[in-house]
């Protein structure tokens, strides 16, 4: 190859956009696996009240992905992305060995506590991904943020088709759920190696020249505050749902509910490549108020699934309303609010995650409640009823949002301009 002309970047776009593919993927294979082995996990304590506590440690995870949201964010700009991409994996295998060790462990910190640091730690790595591949997908490609971000969170379902599929074929081979659990370790080894080794370029917001006190005015805007808000919504429709269906449906639906989760992310893995068509005609804020509508539904439908038919019907549902949710949610941030750069799109992580903080215990609550009322099965009805409230508050929220950008001649995304020439990362090895 030629040598580089002095106007052409010098680091990889391609390899920058494969690192946050696998970074991504793992964070999906922790999700489905963990999926796979909360009914495990209740086995660490008592029954009457063991979906509430297990969901209160498993909820931890979230938390940890709040505050690394929130302060990774920033610290794209003045850590830089490579330092936060490598303490995610160093986390994500820390984390991985003590759920792996949790019985071991245990003997000297109470269970509880032993899971609530490894949900912390996973939950961390998860979030300084997140914090990181956003804002650099969103760099790499400025033009085509929503159908780019969509192709990229393409690959958190992607994980959880791999995690899950991985978690079923161990249950059949009567391998235990520590197992299941190892097979996090190489892929965060392999994402922590190549982000070590790779350039990274300076955030659109930096390469901008807007000041940090312009980025931190962004998130005082009343319509931020808005979307703020309705990532909370968004995020525990689709998050908080997926992680308790196997512990839920899969008496009801008479198959492992895990594969369900595995059979919708397969649905958003190859609706999320089309992303950029449907926003194009719809508007990023349209395919958000149909998203709603298919995932209310699809919550009602789970509610009644009774078998594997009806329940991959829900799932098909289901699976067509949140699949564009979250990607879709930090484009329009992007695209709206591009001053406010990593900063922002990190708020909009941390809400989605603290909300699933908080729903994860409820939800497990309530089925708690109702499965000492009336039935097991029943529980999980009313459980998957009380949470179709959630997308039908969002139809309300985005269609006002959607007549507003209507009104004013459509959707329309806000461009930066660079200021100047920006240095990328170093690599240091």
């Not at 996990?41 to 009457?48: N, S, T």
Request: proline letters at 4%; hydrophobic letters at 55%; charged letters at 10%.
């Amino acid at each position: 190859m030629g040598a580089k002309s002095a106007t052409e970047p010098v680091y990889n776009r391609t390899r920058l956009f494969i690192v946050s593919v696998i970074a991504l993927a793992t964070g999906g294979m922790v999700f489905s696996i963990r999926t796979a082995i909360m009914i495990n996990l209740q086995g660490f304590f008592p029954e009457e009240v063991s979906a509430q506590i297990a969901g209160l440690a498993v909820g931890t995870a979230f938390l940890g992905l709040a505050i690394a949201n929130f302060v990774g964010g920033p610290l794209c700009d003045f850590v830089g992305m490579r330092r936060l991409l490598v303490i995610a994996s160093f986390l994500h295998i820390a984390g991985s060995l003590i759920i792996i060790f949790t019985q071991q462990i245990s003997s000297v910190i109470p269970v509880f506590w032993t899971l609530y640091i490894a949900m912390m730690s996973v939950g961390l790595a998860h979030g300084l991904i997140e914090a990181v591949i956003n804002p650099l997908t969103a760099t790499l490609y400025p033009d085509d943020k929503t159908h780019k971000l969509n192709v990229l969170h393409a690959w958190w379902p992607g994980g959880i088709i791999i995690g899950g599929l991985l978690a079923v074929a161990m249950t059949r081979l009567g391998l235990a759920w520590q197992i299941k659990q190892s097979v996090i370790l190489l892929p965060a080894l392999v994402y922590g190696i190549m982000a070590l080794c790779t350039k990274f370029p300076p955030t659109e917001r930096v390469a901008a020249g807007v000041s940090n006190k312009e980025m931190f005015a962004e998130a005082l805007k009343p319509l931020f505050i808005v979307w703020f808000i309705a990532m909370f919504f968004t995020a525990t429709t689709e998050l908080t749902t997926g992680q308790w269906i196997d512990s839920f449906l899969t008496r009801n639906v008479h198959m492992e509910g895990v594969l369900l989760l595995v059979y919708w992310s397969g649905l958003m893995f190859v609706m999320r490549h089309f992303a950029g068509g449907l926003a194009h005609r719809l508007s990023p804020v349209g395919l958000m108020w149909f998203s709603s509508l298919f995932a209310g539904i699809g919550l009602l439908l789970l509610s009644v699934a009774n078998s594997p038919v009806t329940g991959l019907a829900a799932a098909t549902v289901f699976g067509v309303g949140i699949c564009y949710m979250w990607p879709t949610m930090l484009a329009v941030t992007s695209e709206q609010f591009p001053k406010g750069g990593a900063f922002l799109i990190g708020l909009m992580g941390t809400a989605g995650n603290l909300s699933i903080l908080f729903t994860m215990p409820l939800m497990g609550k309530i089925f708690d409640y109702y499965k000492a009322r009336v039935s097991e099965s029943l529980a999980a009805s009313y459980s998957f009823r009380w949470m179709a409230v959630l997308p039908a508050v969002l139809l309300v929220v985005f269609g006002l949002l959607w007549l507003g950008h209507i009104a004013k001649g459509g959707y329309k995304a806000v461009r930066l301009m660079p200021a100047e020439e920006a240095k990328p990362e170093e690599v240091k090895v």
